[in-house]
């Protein structure tokens, strides 16, 4: 079968009927790629869903083709979502598929380039703030209950629909659910959104199961992990740069309901997950997917999972070229040398 996208693949779980005109980029069906290396370190089977993989590079696809399917369908002619990056990536993508005109506000100075080229090149209207992504969110939220443009951020629950859709994949994959789930969290839409699909794969007996759900955010914007409001949120992982999620209560419901954790990970953590990804499993993610990495190895060390079995999955959120400056930043430049065939021999210590 070709694939053509999520919508096509689970509608009987997506609120379409037959007439609904899908705008789509052929998004989902992300690798599972289990991994030997950091199976050996947790002690568990750990697959990690490459997400990165989506068309625009992150899991905001999977959201966005359902958002924009929906948006135009109620007639919309116009859509606006404040951003960290890879939602304004993923909007101004499927925005210019349908042909709608896309607003999106950006926190100056905090978004990667790879997501800044992204929904310039797609011909949004960016528009960078002078303040936080939360600032972003409140203006955006405002304008869009006062004015008819679409609100795109995963408040809007159709992103949320579309996102679940990664669950019913991992689930069809391993034949039953795993036992855990481990994802970075900014916003908070993507732990609601899988933990959703968890329930309505097993709701409907496709599963025997549910994961217990692990969240980690950056340390430097751990709100849910505190119990408030970050109003200053610090992190490299400009993705998750986030102090007042809007999906906070549904994601502690998450954690809660799954019997998981929400903890936090500091930037180094996240950095020697990044490269490990990158260095030892040939994964090249943006430093915030490295999060749900960071947080296993760091439970592992605790011994949290000593008297557990079975399978665990790592969602990678976002392309590690979505970033290049953080990858070039943390390694070594390259050495610069005469072509020369004896100066290079030496080099390379031959
Ligand atoms: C790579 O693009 O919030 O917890 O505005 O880009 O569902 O917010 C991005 C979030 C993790 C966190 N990893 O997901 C945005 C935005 C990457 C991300 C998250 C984001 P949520």
Request: proline residues 5%; charged residues 20%; neutral net charge.
């Amino acid at each position: 079968m070709i694939w053509r996208g999520i919508i096509n693949k689970y509608r009987e779980f997506l609120p379409v009927n037959d007439s609904t005109d899908i705008v789509t980029l052929n998004e989902g069906n992300t690798p599972l790629i289990p991994s030997e290396y950091l199976s050996d370190i947790i002690g568990l089977n750990v697959f990690l869903k490459y997400e990165g993989l989506n068309p625009t590079g992150s899991f905001k696809d999977r959201g966005m083709t359902m958002a924009i399917t929906k948006a135009k369908e109620e007639g919309a002619k116009a859509v606006m979502c404040a951003s960290t990056g890879n939602t304004s990536a993923s909007a101004a993508a499927y925005s210019a598929r349908s042909s709608l005109k896309c607003i999106v506000l950006i926190p100056d100075g905090n978004i990667a380039l790879g997501k800044l080229a992204q929904a310039m090149i797609h011909n949004a209207q960016v528009i960078a703030v002078q303040g936080n992504f939360d600032d972003a969110l409140n203006l955006v939220k405002e304008i869009t209950s006062k004015y008819p443009i679409a609100l795109v951020n995963s408040l809007n629950p159709y992103r949320i629909e579309g996102q679940k859709t990664a669950s019913f994949e991992i689930c069809d994959s391993l034949k039953d659910a795993p036992e855990f789930h481990a994802i970075p969290v900014g916003n908070a839409g993507n732990i609601t959104a899988y933990w959703k699909g968890y329930k309505e794969y097993k709701e409907s007996g496709k599963t025997s199961k549910l994961p217990k759900m692990l969240g980690f955010q950056a340390a430097g914007a751990a709100p849910i992990v505190k119990g408030r409001i970050v109003e200053k949120p610090e992190t490299l992982a400009t993705a998750i740069r986030i102090g007042n999620p809007a999906s906070w209560k549904s994601a502690e419901a998450a954690r809660d309901e799954s019997g998981g954790l929400i903890d936090s990970v500091t930037d180094d953590q996240i950095i020697e997950a990044y490269k490990l990804l990158a260095q030892k499993d040939g994964v090249f993610v943006e430093p915030a997917s490295a999060a749900s990495v960071a947080g296993i190895i760091k439970l592992q060390k605790s011994g949290y999972f000593q008297s557990f079995s079975g399978n665990i999955v790592c969602t990678l959120t976002g392309h590690g070229l979505k970033d290049p400056n953080i990858a070039i930043k943390n390694i070594k430049d390259p050495v610069t040398l005469k072509a020369d065939l004896k100066t290079i021999l030496n080099e390379i210590g031959l």
